[in-house]
């Protein structure tokens, strides 16, 4: 507890000014590192991410030609044109590509904003191509090291081995981790980075540094040696937070759940009898009987998924994106060690059993990265796949069913004629080998060969989610699918008009602000130069937020951010209007300003909560530009309502006392007749 009101206005005080610090260095870090980065330690620079109308680029429409698809198949053919396409414009390096699929009439389109791309005509010929599927196996002739080779990389790899042992030494024993990473590290692009990797997660291509990260604590053991395939990592934990999903950034979360299915008639993939009321009624009586204890012993008995005899409902730990959206809106909503009620998706109605639930983490890291000598190094990169004739050509289509045995998803193909015929041959002469499916070059699945199959049809089987094969055979019929695309329209933003609508965007910002701050000065004169400070510390933090969130800043978003900044100010003048009120009533300052705040804050809750609301509508539907500006304006009213209430009430609290209130002048308020 703090000893005195003054005390704990310090505090507060003093809170601020470290946060608008580190609000400044995020801003201005380059400017940072230019003067006192040479005596100081210097920090990480952190880019705005700008989008298509700032940064420059393109945007395309195409049409698809879907004259050639059942009318029942052609949404999920073009999300998979679609899905195909943001796959092949992320190797250009795009800075956040847009490609979104519109129906609009009868004509399906693909709209494609590329934005800071430099060659356009590369991308319009990539993207105006027809998806390429393809059947490999495995190539026999692939080369391997001699036996002097194979001496040569074990030597090279141990004397690897040594010099990272040494500089982990080093690392441990108190040595600068950034000057370590930019003398010893072999990694040219992180060493440009002092070492920096940055948030890493499981599957962001890191494995065995996210496992190493994951392992142990990280307090008492932040550096380690990590053997990795390509190489020894000495790398250095520097923060643990949790995932972020959504556009609100909400905490990532897995949950462990169990359910009973009660399929119908019309459900996917159901093979019951039962009329959907007959469904509801029966699931709804099993709501009555069911506990946590008996869960798992009804699922076995009535549950209508394939497999649950076996595995008794059990659905293990899943992501939300995993599941359809009804289900995981209901699963990731209730408690633990629930029981929910009755829940309809497309395959029926479900029971849920929610057994647990765990945040997801991911790690900042540094490393510095000594690489191993490797085979393809010496015999250079060798394919491990040969062609086979067997193409997209010959799917006839792809869909997802699921496993009778466990009830997992899988992928059912089937072949034409002549597909037939080649998978037949392909499967005969590779069982017990794995036979590899590529998509623009890029292997999406590699199942193995269980035995020859002649029927022309086929089962790609794994580790599925219910999402991951859906995407899966989305890409397949892709491939498999005609689906010609025409580019119908293409506009071009330079990036020399994308600097001029920034340049306009920032004078025109600049002068909203200037003139706010003198209206609001000259109106409430002192107060009014305290909430100039408070509106610049408002301004610092919503700059950082922007850089490590990160948000995409379009002009749209900017608009957002300058109408916050008014959103800003009207609590202001609510504030101040109350506390001229106050004075005129001759109350001692204290209580003057902590009267103006308490009378003042309906008004403000009211006014930003409604105008919250519709952020959230927005940013829930709609899309592109809207949304960057709901986003942009809900954040800004966030750090407004910060700003007005501790920001500008600590600096009153601080600087207002009972001898400056017999200057009536100084605040805008007359003196009695």
């Not at 370590?180 to 990797?197: C, I, M, P």
């Not at 623009?440 to 999402?467: M, R, W, Y």
């Not at 408002?538 to 749209?556: D, E, N, R």
Request: charged share 25%; hydrophobic share 40%; with cysteine.
């Amino acid at each position: 507890m703090f000893r005195s009101e003054k005390t704990k206005i310090r505090v507060i005080f003093t809170g601020v000014i470290l946060i608008t610090i580190l609000a400044f260095l995020v801003d201005f870090g380059a400017f940072y590192n230019n003067t006192l980065g040479k005596t100081l330690p210097k920090i990480k620079e952190v880019p705005y991410r700008l989008g298509l109308d700032l940064l420059g680029g393109t945007h395309l429409v195409y049409k698809a030609d879907v004259s050639q698809v059942s009318a029942d198949e052609r949404s999920s053919a073009v999300e998979g044109v679609r899905d195909v396409i943001e796959r092949r414009i992320n190797v250009f390096g795009v800075s956040e590509p847009v490609v979104q699929s519109a129906k609009s009439g009868d004509e399906y389109r693909i709209v494609v904003e590329l934005a800071g791309i430099k060659d356009i005509n590369q991308a319009i010929n990539m993207i105006g191509e027809t998806p390429l599927l393809e059947f490999k196996e495995e190539d026999t002739d692939v080369k391997d090291l001699t036996d002097e080779q194979k001496k040569q990389v074990e030597e090279y790899n141990k004397d690897a081995e040594k010099r990272a042992q040494d500089i982990f030494g080093k690392a441990l024993s108190g040595g600068d981790f950034f000057s370590l990473a930019q003398e010893f590290s072999e990694d040219e692009n992180v060493k440009e980075s002092n070492g920096g990797l940055g948030w890493i997660n499981k599957g962001s291509g890191y494995d065995e540094i996210f496992q190493s990260s994951e392992s142990g604590d990280i307090a008492k053991e932040p550096i380690r040696l990590v053997d990795a395939e390509n190489g020894f990592n000495i790398i250095k934990i520097n923060e643990k937070r949790t995932q972020k999903e959504g556009d609100l950034g909400l905490d990532k979360k897995e949950v462990k759940a169990s359910h009973i299915l009660i399929c119908f008639q019309g459900a996917q993939n159901c093979q019951s009898d039962l009329t959907r009321e007959q469904a509801r009624q029966q699931i709804d009586e099993l709501k009555k009987q069911a506990t946590p204890a008996n869960f798992s012993q009804l699922a076995a008995q009535v549950s209508g998924e394939p497999g649950a005899e076996t595995n008794k409902g059990n659905l293990g730990w899943f992501t939300r994106e995993a599941m359809v959206s009804q289900f995981s809106d209901a699963v990731f909503s209730q408690k633990v060690g629930t029981i929910s009620d009755v829940v309809e998706t497309e395959f029926g109605f479900h029971l849920i059993y929610k057994e647990d639930e765990r945040f997801l983490y991911e790690y900042n890291v540094d490393r510095i990265l000594i690489y191993k000598l490797t085979k393809d190094a010496i015999l250079g990169a060798q394919d491990p796949w040969k062609n086979t004739q067997l193409t997209g050509k010959n799917l006839k289509r792809a869909t997802v069913q699921f496993n009778q045995n466990d009830n997992t998803p899988e992928i059912r193909l089937e072949f034409d004629s002549e597909g037939s015929t080649l998978f037949s041959e392909i499967t005969k002469r590779n069982v017990g080998k794995p036979v590899a499916i590529f998509l623009d070059g890029q292997p999406i699945s590699i199942p193995t060969v269980n035995q020859e199959i002649t029927s022309g049809d086929a089962v790609i089987s794994g580790h599925f989610t219910i999402k991951e094969a859906k995407i899966l055979a989305q890409r397949l019929n892709a491939g498999a699918l005609p689906i010609p695309i025409e580019l119908i329209n293409q506009q071009t933003v330079g990036a020399s008009l994308g600097a001029v609508s920034v340049e306009k965007s920032l004078k025109a910002g600049i002068i909203g602000v200037i003139l706010v701050a003198l209206f609001i000065i000259l109106f409430y004169r002192l107060p009014g130069i305290l909430a100039v400070i408070s509106l610049t510390v408002y301004g610092l933090l919503m700059l950082a937020i922007f850089k490590l969130w990160p948000v995409t800043l379009t002009l749209s978003g900017l608009a957002g951010f300058v109408l916050s900044i008014g959103m800003a100010v009207d609590a202001n003048i609510l504030i101040f209007a109350r506390f001229k009120e106050e004075l005129r009533d001759h109350k001692p300052m204290s209580k003057a300003i902590s009267e103006s705040f308490r009378r003042a804050w309906p008004s403000i809750r009211d006014g930003n909560a409604s105008t919250l609301l519709t952020c959230l509508v927005l940013i829930n539907f709609t899309t592109s530009i809207v949304k960057g500006f709901a986003i942009t304006l809900g954040v800004g009213v966030l750090v407004s309502m910060f700003s007005a209430i501790f920001v500008t009430k600590v600096l009153m609290q601080l600087t207002l006392s009972d001898k400056l209130s017999e200057k009536r002048w100084l605040f805008g308020v007359k003196k009695d007749k």
